[in-house]
Each structure stands twice: as C-alpha cells, then as structure tokens.
C-alpha cells in the first residue's frame, strides 16, 4: 500500500470494501424509489388509459408533460415534491451516519466487525452533522461571492460585439468554482477522516490542521477523479441518446443507473484517498518526531 500512488492506494481499499458501495446504492436507489412514488401513481392513474401517453411514452413531448402536471388528477406540485425532498433529506442524514463507519472500514486491514462500524457511526453521527454546518460556512460563503462575480461578468460581457464572449466566461467562471469547490471538498473530507480516525469530538479543531493537510497531491488527485466522473456522465447521457429507444423504460433506468453508481463509486474512491493520504500523513509525522538513538562513542569510558 505504502508503494502505491494516492489513487491506486485509493482504488485498492475501494475494491476491498465494495460492499460500503453496493450498500449505498441500493439505499440511494430505495429512498429515490420511495420519494418518486407520488407522481408515478398519480401520472400511471392520469396516462396508463390514455392514447395522449403515446406522446410521452415514444418520445418527449414537452407540451405534453406540462399539460399532464397541471391536470386536477395529478394533484398540487407541492405534493408532489415534498416526498421527493423530504427522501432526500433522510438519504443526507444517513450519509452522515453511515460514513464514519464507512472511514473505520476503510482505515482497518482486516473486515470490520458489524458492531464496531455501529458503534463508530452512533459516536460520530452528531460530529459529522456539525462538521458539515462548519463545510456549508466555509465552503458556502466563497462559492456564493464567485457565482455572484460570474453573473457580473457574464452581464458585462453581454454588452460585447463578441456574441460567444458571454458564454466563454461563464464556462471560464464555472471552471473555476469547480477547482474551488474540489478543493473544499478534499479539504473537510480530511477533517472527517481525523474526526474518526483520532476520536476527535470538537470538530471545530479538527478545520485548520485539515487545510493545513490538503496539498496539492491531494487536491489534484481529487480533480483527475471529478474530471473522471464527469466523462462518464457525458458517456452515460451519450448511451442514453443513442442506444436507448424513447419507449423503453426497462433500458431508461439501467443507463441511468449505471450512469448513477458510476458517480458513486468516483466519491467513494475520493474518500478513499482521504483516508490513504491522511495515514500517510500520520506516519511521516511520527517518523519525524521520533527521537534519533545516540550511539556511544567506541572510546567512552576507556
């Protein structure tokens, strides 16, 4: 492990522990099954006896799906929405508690014991929730100043001849809070690591030496990774075009959800490598702290 890459360390306790993975998909998959559940009745009970379906069903027909949900039988949009939100929330908080298991799991040589991934996801459940109210502070108010920099920009640029200039600096503008947000990400990942792997209860401590941590090693391996996820999200949607026909829902779902574990499996090898490069971090600390032996000289005492 010691002679590998960050990423290849990372893609081995990845293949280790795939079952954390599987795990998390087959949860993500029941809560989304549960929180769409409302508009699939209402739409299967409003088109399932309709030939206006067929405009949907072999093919998408915008006007179509807007009139279907502002049909009295499909209820409020509200409605609707809520439960999809609300599964989502629930999927947040179970993230939350299930990771810091996920982090011993993947810190331990050996397959953790299923009480001791429980005992470490109850101890640490409340620490990850305000470690990520610190992440939403920190991460939030910087992210939040350079989109309104960009909307500035690309207005300005509206008044150009250059009629491409507008979206050149929104893609260059983008590209930038996409190295932003990655390096926030990398870096209260490492405090998540230490909040678990240290047993450190105040979280607030753990910020500081988590950025001091997060060096370029770090950060351009949690960029090869996005980048990667990304590229398999356009093949995803480029499958989707072309080889799925409109009127096959059972095809529909099987790209998306590959697409879908696919964007997992990249967060969880990013998390991976936190807990990889955190190790290695604590070791090289200790070696060069540990005292170095003075030998007696061969004379002493002659």
Known sequence: M????????????????????????????TLASMGSAVFRLNAGGVM????????????????????????????????????????????????????????????????????????????????????????LIVAGIPTGILFAIMNALVKAADSSTNELLPFYTQMICLAVIFLVMTFFR????????????????????TIGPARRRT?????????FISILAIIFLGIGLLLWHSIVPPSSVLGAFIVGQLTLFVWLTMRFWQRACAV??????????????????????????A
């Open 186 to 205: 990398a870096w209260f990942d490492q405090a998540e690591v230490e909040i678990v792997l240290r047993d450190q209860n105040a979280t607030r401590k």
């Open 2 to 29: 010691h002679n590998k890459n960050l990423l290849s360390a990372g893609l081995g306790i990845l293949r280790r522990t795939k079952r954390y993975l599987i795990w998390f998909f087959l949860l993500n998959l």
């Open 215 to 223: 060096s370029f090693g770090l950060w351009a391996g949690y960029l």
């Open 276 to 301: 990889v490069f955190y190790e290695r971090k604590q070791e090289s600390a200790y070696v060069e702290s540990a005292p170095i032996p003075v030998m007696p000289l061969s004379g002493a005492g």
């Open 48 to 135: 399932n006896n309709s030939l206006y379906s067929s405009k949907l069903v072999n093919g998408f027909d915008l006007g179509t799906f807007i009139n279907l949900l502002v049909r009295p039988e499909m209820g409020s949009m509200q409605a609707m929405a809520t439960p999809a939100f609300d599964f989502a929330f629930i999927f947040m908080l179970l993230t939350m508690f299930f990771l810091p298991g996920v982090f011993l799991g993947y810190a331990s040589d050996h397959r953790l014991p299923r009480p001791e991934f429980f005992r470490a996801c109850g101890a640490n459940f409340w620490r990850f929730f305000r470690i990520h109210i610190f992440f």
